[in-house]
């Protein structure tokens, strides 16, 4: 799947002189994987730490290290042997600079402006955002003169990824290494998520099976494995959105760039979604929550003393009702979205759903086909409105159904 967020934005990647470095490498390689068109320019020290053909070799494309080399001039209405001025045309096209890793020197002459190599003057005529990666041995980033060149920075807008606290190269711990590349692209993409479709808008979505307790080591689960909730957190995210994911027990690693509430119940989760809810301009639930909880869960380790054994259940609430109740009395999201997991009766259970719950929109979905739904990455859903309109959908991956319903969501607002 390509990333919608990476794919054909122009990347400044500037590599200052630390052992670092040699990570701005693997940066590199992994932002072109991920369809991004990266530019890198390194100052003089970096090339002490790792060559321009490194960063060449993974970009496939020229790294630049000369302020005073002219380059081809590619852009239109451009005549033959024209040329182009290095740190003006790398300025202009980007999208993100990233600095990584970021050295105290570099943050200096950032924060005053100095612009003496390629790097520098770059950074001074690029319109676009700067994040920066800082990596120095632990004194030097403690030094009042290098915080302060940062707060300058920070007062001007600069993200600011790390350092991460660890071995350095002088031998001791502390703090001072680079952030990892992983992080460094979390951190990029959050950037660039900023002017998003969904900039401004807040959202609640939530994710995985509840587990209500039997007694205190057993509990009454469901097959749902969180993949949709956590795609769609995702998309919003990617589109500028702030994100509340509440989610009950997953195997999913935890996303970054979203506030995620954890929770195990149905009640508990009803709790986290109304609490969530305030000032929300959406709520997707693409949870499975369930809708019975043993009346009476065992406080000890139920024994298996007799040959059969009864639990009684009870109703949990229903959260989407109590919802369409606040929206009903004026309050509420604006948009509110629910998935309805069928193996029967596909559409005719859904629009059921549908008006029980008030919906605007029910996302319809036969989980009794092996490549829909439960614990796969590909879902195959029909979308069903509230004034009638059905939308289904071809076989997709969950992430690409996510980006679909967020598109339906912004029609609906
Ligand atoms: N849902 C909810 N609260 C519950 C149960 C479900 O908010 N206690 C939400 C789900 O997150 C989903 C929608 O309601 O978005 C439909 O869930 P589903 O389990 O398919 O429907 P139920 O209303 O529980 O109906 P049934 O189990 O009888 O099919």
Do not use: C
Request: charged share 20%.
């Amino acid at each position: 799947m390509e990333d919608r967020l990476l794919k054909d934005k122009r990347i400044l990647l500037g590599v200052t002189g630390g052992v670092a470095a040699y990570k701005a490498v693997v940066l590199a390689s992994r932002l072109t994987q991920a369809g991004a068109i990266v530019d890198v320019v390194l100052t003089e020290a970096a090339t002490r730490f790792v060559t321009p053909l490194s960063f060449e070799s993974v970009t496939r494309r020229r790294a630049y290290v000369d302020m005073f080399e002219l380059g081809d001039n590619d852009r239109p209405g451009a005549r033959p042997g024209d040329v182009s001025i290095p740190h003006l045309a790398l300025a202009r096209g980007a999208d993100l600079v990233i600095i990584a890793p970021a050295t105290a020197n570099t943050l200096a002459k950032l924060a005053h402006g100095v612009a003496d190599n390629l790097l520098t003057a770059a950074v001074l005529a690029a319109p676009a955002p700067l994040l920066i990666a800082p990596a120095m041995e632990s004194h030097m980033w403690e030094h009042p003169a290098t915080q302060a060149n940062l707060a300058m920075l920070q007062a001007r807008g600069v993200t600011q990824i790390g350092p991460a606290t660890g071995h350095l190269a002088s031998g001791a711990t502390g703090v001072g290494r680079m952030s990892e590349p992983e992080e460094i692209i979390a951190a990029a993409r959050l950037v660039l998520a900023r002017h998003g479709d969904m900039a401004g808008r807040s959202v609640v979505v939530s994710a995985g099976g509840t587990r209500e307790a039997i007694d205190p080591v057993r509990f009454i689960g469901n097959r749902s494995s969180g993949k949709m909730g956590y795609a769609l957190a995702h998309a919003a995210r990617d589109r500028g959105a702030q994100v509340v994911l509440v989610a009950a027990p997953t195997a999913l690693p935890e996303p970054y760039g979203v506030r995620l509430v954890r929770v195990e119940s149905a009640s508990q989760m009803r709790d986290a979604v109304l609490a969530a809810l305030e000032g929300a301009d959406a709520l997707v639930m693409a949870a499975a929550v369930a809708d019975y909880r043993p009346l009476q869960p065992s406080e000890q380790k139920i024994k298996k003393a007799h040959e059969h054994l009864t639990l009684e259940l009870t109703r949990t609430p229903d959260i989407l009702e109590e919802v369409a109740a606040l929206r009903a009395a004026g309050r509420g999201p604006r948009v509110v979205v629910g998935f309805a997991a069928e193996t029967s009766d596909l559409l005719a259970n859904a629009q059921v759903k549908l008006q029980q719950k008030r919906l605007d929109l029910i996302v319809a979905n036969d989980v009794s086909v092996p490549d829909s739904g439960f614990a796969v990455d590909t879902n195959r859903v029909t979308l069903l409105y509230a004034d009638g309109t059905i939308e289904p959908l071809p076989l997709m991956y969950k992430e690409e159904v996510a980006h679909i319903i967020w598109d339906r969501v912004q029609r609906l607002w």
